[in-house]
């Protein structure tokens, strides 16, 4: 259940803390609108407005839209919304940050922008980019459980960048293969429709995979000019937001990136550009350890494994990072108070 899922979200990363711009749910709005679905019922729960949504400088919390989500998803006669949401993104809709991307020389260059203001226009799903061989890795992951959820976040966040960074370039993504951390849905031809290339369900992570040579490609609506500008504001945005001194978003961010190959504080440390020492008095100001995060972390894949996957208690228990899952069950009741059944 959606209720569950909250309550269970990670001590150490607060839902009302996290807010995001409203482009999806004014997209989701006129996708049930279209189906005669009143704006009040998608709305239900929220203690939102429908005008307030469609003001560009309204921010709503994570929760909110969540369960924005839950109520279109129990609504609509319609499969795959997240992938329908996703479709109807536009460069426009990723604010400052898309007209940012899309003005860089190449996708490479853009997709450095991104990764270094991403967090100044929040989304469903954090991401990372990971250079593997000859290919890219684009990982996504949201921060907190979010339970039946998942499918419709990972949908629109891999629907929308494959599209969007497409229409920035002179022929499509050349995709390799998507993999995603949950079990085939019955609309599994949405998907086949949408991605050219292969599709794998019930992995360890949701990846989409493309050729590391689109890095090199140029950009159709390069203008270093603008880009330049745009940076600029970006740059003033995220210092005012103060992202850079959010610590603990950070270390959980990298502890998310690799499941079953959880870094120690050292090279968390090393990665965030600070000390180990420095950063464990930083997280005790704060009244946090480093472990404390990791096992959250372990909590919440957990979660999202044993509710959306077909994966064996073994191969979660090795994704959690515990070499037999007897210290895995365990360690999962210490952290949820239940065992991994309950969530089965």
Same mark, same amino acid.
């Given at each position: 259940?959606?209720?569950?899922?909250?309550?269970?979200?990670?001590?150490?990363?607060?839902?009302?803390?996290?807010?995001?711009?409203?482009?999806?749910?004014?997209?989701?709005?006129?996708?049930?609108?279209?189906?005669?679905?009143?704006?009040?019922?998608?709305?239900?729960?929220?203690?939102?407005?429908?005008?307030?949504?469609?003001?560009?400088?309204?921010?709503?919390?994570?929760?909110?839209?969540?369960?924005?989500?839950?109520?279109?998803?129990?609504?609509?006669?319609?499969?795959?919304?997240?992938?329908?949401?996703?479709?109807?993104?536009?460069?426009?809709?990723?604010?400052?940050?898309?007209?940012?991307?899309?003005?860089?020389?190449?996708?490479?260059?853009?997709?450095?922008?991104?990764?270094?203001?991403?967090q100044t226009s929040e989304a469903l799903v954090d991401l990372d980019f990971i250079l593997d061989g000859e290919d890219i890795v684009l990982r996504c992951f949201?921060?907190?459980?979010?339970?039946?959820?998942?499918?419709?976040?990972?949908?629109?966040?891999?629907?929308?960048?494959?599209?969007?960074?497409?229409?920035?370039?002179?022929?499509?993504?050349?995709?390799?293969?998507?993999r995603l951390a949950y079990t085939r849905p019955e609309y599994a031809q949405l998907y086949e429709e949408l991605f050219p290339c292969p599709i794998h369900f019930?992995?360890?992570?949701?990846?989409?995979?493309?050729?590391?040579?689109?890095?090199?490609?140029?950009?159709?609506?390069?203008?270093?000019?603008?880009?330049?500008?745009?940076?600029?504001?970006?740059? !003033? *945005?995220? &210092?005012?937001?103060?992202? =850079?001194?959010?610590?603990? #978003?950070?270390?959980? @961010?990298?502890?998310?990136?690799? +499941?079953?190959?959880?870094?120690?504080?050292?090279?968390?440390?090393?990665?965030?550009?600070?000390?180990?020492?420095?950063?464990?008095?930083?997280?005790?100001?704060?009244?946090?350890?480093?472990?404390?995060?990791?096992?959250?972390?372990?909590?919440?894949?957990?979660?999202?494994?044993?509710?959306?996957?077909?994966?064996?208690?073994?191969?979660? !228990? *090795?994704? &959690?990072?515990?070499?037999? =899952?007897?210290?895995?069950? #365990?360690?999962?009741? @210490?952290?949820?108070?239940?065992? +991994?059944?309950?969530?089965?």
């Amino acid at each position: 259940m959606l209720e569950q899922s909250l309550q269970n979200s990670s001590p150490t990363g607060r839902l009302d803390d996290h807010v995001l711009p409203t482009h999806i749910s004014v997209i989701l709005l006129d996708l049930l609108n279209e189906e005669g679905i009143r704006e009040k019922d998608v709305l239900e729960g929220t203690g939102l407005r429908t005008d307030d949504l469609r003001q560009h400088s309204c921010y709503i919390r994570y929760q909110q839209a969540l369960q924005m989500v839950d109520n279109a998803i129990r609504l609509s006669t319609q499969t795959g919304l997240g992938l329908m949401v996703g479709q109807r993104e536009k460069t426009s809709s990723w604010g400052i940050l898309g007209f940012t991307m899309a003005s860089c020389a190449t996708l490479g260059d853009a997709i450095d922008v991104g990764k270094q203001y991403y967090q100044t226009s929040e989304a469903l799903v954090d991401l990372d980019f990971i250079l593997d061989g000859e290919d890219i890795v684009l990982r996504c992951f949201p921060p907190y459980p979010i339970g039946k959820l998942l499918h419709f976040v990972v949908e629109d966040a891999l629907a929308s960048i494959y599209l969007v960074f497409s229409s920035w370039l002179e022929s499509p993504l050349n995709l390799k293969e998507i993999r995603l951390a949950y079990t085939r849905p019955e609309y599994a031809q949405l998907y086949e429709e949408l991605f050219p290339c292969p599709i794998h369900f019930d992995c360890a992570s949701n990846d989409m995979v493309f050729s590391a040579n689109d890095l090199n490609r140029p950009l159709l609506q390069a203008d270093p000019v603008t880009a330049q500008q745009c940076q600029r504001f970006l740059e !003033s *945005q995220a &210092a005012e937001q103060g992202h =850079s001194t959010d610590l603990v #978003r950070n270390i959980r @961010r990298i502890l998310l990136r690799n +499941p079953g190959r959880f870094p120690n504080m050292e090279s968390v440390a090393e990665q965030l550009n600070t000390s180990a020492s420095s950063m464990r008095r930083h997280l005790l100001h704060k009244g946090l350890t480093y472990q404390q995060i990791l096992d959250d972390v372990r909590a919440t894949l957990s979660i999202e494994y044993l509710e959306n996957t077909n994966l064996s208690l073994d191969d979660i !228990s *090795q994704l &959690a990072g515990f070499s037999d =899952s007897s210290n895995f069950r #365990r360690a999962f009741k @210490r952290w949820t108070g239940h065992p +991994p059944s309950h969530y089965r």
